[in-house]
């Protein structure tokens, strides 16, 4: 009996030692050697042994670079440029400083399209350079926060041949775009499709501390007219810290436009400062419309805008206009169109100084919403008139020179309130003339002109007020410099 049980025994540990046997060994791990090896991308991905490199050097032409074995990621993607992906899942991770390249993502200046790379790049990076060179780009580019997107200014220039846009807000309107630096691209617009919207074009999403600079573009060749620069700030969303400097714009409906109309009542655009550029054959050069507050529009230069050059539309507020240059052919070149139709109220006035035209402008300036506006330093050779109305009232005016070919060289009508004091007011060049200056319509009461240069056209009057208007004038002088009764 215990013989039976001893060989049942037995022959139960030799079965459990033949299955130990039998059973597969696990899988060694990889092993890692602390090794760079030279390979290009295709051997990366390839990677099938063990034991694996710590770091490889890339020899792909536009690629080149160092990657180092990233063992705790296991889920990015493949993107070329700064995450290679082994064919067993590892993942090697470029080792740089500075902006990423957008060669380094496989583009190439021969590539029908950018478009779906240069995506790919802003994905993969907060700070991307495209080198110099000539591109076609015919899919828009969604933008995210935190980047910045730059080039060589002047050296960079991308075609859009099919897409009037090159970069739009992000997919998601419900996520904010902020902190983000556009600098350096050029783009030239050929497309001959329907197009609406322009090379920059953002609606939807809050957007903040948005920069661009140091930018070009023309659409002469296009088929529509759009924009260069749009940001449309929608209803229950806000813009603010948004800048726009230095850059050379030709387009055929607006170079930039920034407005809140769906915001009534609601100042969601603040803190906008337009400088330092060129804006040149539009429709519009700029235009800001809507509830606006904290704008600065300092030092551009716009020449022949068909319609206006610089617009302030609505009832904007703390609006400082300094410094700008008029040349050419516009309909009004300063306009303060409206003031809002009760979509905001007017608080102050703007400051509209420094400004001047380069040569005989065709063209005038029109305030409907300057408020008590502080005019001065302004030096305007122009064709129009110095037109001041609706809501612009109260409003200083000191310093300027004021030269018109109109028969009417400052018109107050219905505006009552405001004082003109050490300016030069002419319409010496119009045959006809009315009045160089004019108070008009029974609102137009109280205006001052104390010593001012009046030099008149041809017959009428320096001074005149109609249909209700008065006019204080005392210690104006002629072009000879008598005194004007």
């Known amino acids: 009996m215990k013989q039976s049980i001893l060989l049942q025994l037995s022959a139960f540990v030799l079965a459990l030692t033949g299955l130990s046997y039998c059973k597969p060994a696990d899988p060694e791990p990889d092993t890692i050697v602390q090794r760079q090896d030279t390979l290009t991308i295709n051997q990366v991905r390839g990677l099938n042994s063990t034991p694996i490199p710590s770091s490889v050097r890339i020899t792909d032409a536009g690629s080149e670079g160092i990657f180092e074995l990233d063992q705790a990621d296991l889920s990015s993607a493949d993107n070329t440029g700064i995450t290679l992906v082994t064919i067993k899942g590892h993942r090697y991770k470029r080792a740089f400083t500075g902006s990423a390249n957008l060669t380094w993502f496989g583009v190439k200046?021969?590539?029908?399209?950018?478009?779906?790379?240069?995506?790919?790049?802003?994905?993969?990076?907060?700070?991307?350079?495209?080198?110099?060179?000539?591109?076609?780009?015919?899919?828009?580019?969604?933008?995210?926060?935190?980047?910045?997107?730059?080039?060589n200014a002047g050296k960079t220039l991308i075609t859009l041949n099919k897409s009037y846009v090159s970069l739009i807000g992000q997919n998601d309107p419900s996520i904010p775009l902020t902190h983000v630096l556009i600098d350096g691209l050029a783009w030239n617009v050929t497309s001959r499709e329907t197009g609406t919207f322009g090379t920059i074009y953002l609606d939807g999403p809050n957007v903040s501390d948005l920069t661009v600079q140091n930018c070009s573009s023309t659409d002469v060749a296009a088929k529509d007219s759009t924009n260069w620069f749009t940001l449309k700030i929608q209803a229950g969303k806000t813009a603010s810290n948004i800048t726009v400097r230095n850059n050379t714009v030709q387009a055929k409906r607006m170079a930039c436009e920034i407005f809140n109309h769906d915001n009534f009542n609601t100042y969601a655009g603040t803190t906008i400062l337009v400088s330092g550029n060129t804006f040149q054959n539009c429709r519009f050069g700029l235009s800001l419309s809507g509830p606006l507050s904290k704008l600065s529009v300092d030092n551009n230069y716009v020449k022949n805008c068909s319609l206006f050059g610089i617009e302030i539309a609505g009832a904007a507020r703390e609006v400082v206009i300094t410094n700008n240059r008029f040349e050419g052919i516009f309909d009004k070149f300063l306009e303060g169109s409206n003031d809002g139709g009760g979509n905001g109220t007017i608080i102050g006035g703007m400051v509209i100084t420094g400004n001047s035209t380069v040569g005989l402008c065709q063209g005038g300036v029109q305030l409907y919403n300057g408020g008590a506006v502080t005019f001065s330093k302004n030096n305007f050779r122009m064709s129009g008139t110095l037109e001041i109305m609706h809501s612009t009232a109260g409003g200083t005016?000191?310093?300027?020179?004021?030269?018109?070919?109109?028969?009417?060289?400052?018109?107050?009508?219905?505006?009552?309130?405001?004082?003109?004091?050490?300016?030069?007011?002419?319409?010496?060049?119009?045959?006809?003339?009315?009045?160089?200056?004019?108070?008009?319509?029974?609102?137009?009461?109280?205006?001052?002109?104390?010593?001012?240069?009046?030099?008149?056209?041809?017959?009428?009057?320096?001074?005149?007020?109609?249909?209700?208007?008065?006019?204080?004038?005392?210690?104006?002088?002629?072009?000879a410099g008598n005194p004007i009764p």
């Open 109 to 151: 200046t021969s590539d029908v399209d950018i478009g779906p790379m240069l995506q790919t790049a802003v994905d993969a990076t907060d700070d991307l350079f495209i080198p110099d060179g000539t591109y076609t780009q015919q899919t828009p580019v969604h933008l995210k926060s935190n980047l910045a997107l730059r080039a």
């Open 397 to 479: 005016f000191t310093e300027n020179v004021i030269e018109s070919s109109s028969n009417k060289a400052i018109i107050c009508d219905n505006s009552p309130n405001n004082t003109f004091t050490g300016n030069t007011i002419s319409n010496k060049a119009n045959s006809i003339n009315q009045a160089t200056f004019l108070s008009y319509g029974s609102k137009a009461t109280n205006n001052k002109l104390t010593n001012n240069r009046i030099i008149q056209g041809t017959g009428g009057k320096p001074y005149d007020a109609i249909l209700g208007g008065t006019v204080l004038a005392s210690m104006n002088v002629d072009e």
